[in-house]
């Protein structure tokens, strides 16, 4: 497993994001991510938990 060099995690101040609509009228927001890959799901479980910890919202995907 990799050593925990951990970086702080800022995240950038609140803005609002620019409306979006498509022809149907459904409004976009946009959303940006970072996809961390695993060595397995207990890897994963560590992962998801560092970051957690971190003030982070996540979303956990298995593909």
């Known amino acids: 497993m990799?050593?925990?060099n951990a970086i702080p995690l800022n995240p950038p101040p609140q803005q609002k994001a620019a409306k979006h609509y498509g022809r149907n009228?459904?409004?976009?927001?946009q959303q940006y991510g970072v996809v961390v890959l695993c060595e397995s799901e207990p890897h994963q479980q560590?992962?998801?938990a560092a970051l957690?910890?971190?003030g982070l919202k996540l979303k956990v995907v298995t593909v």
């Open 2 to 4: 990799p050593e925990n």
């Open 25 to 29: 009228g459904f409004q976009y927001k």
């Open 46 to 48: 560590q992962v998801y």
């Open 52 to 54: 957690k910890a971190q």
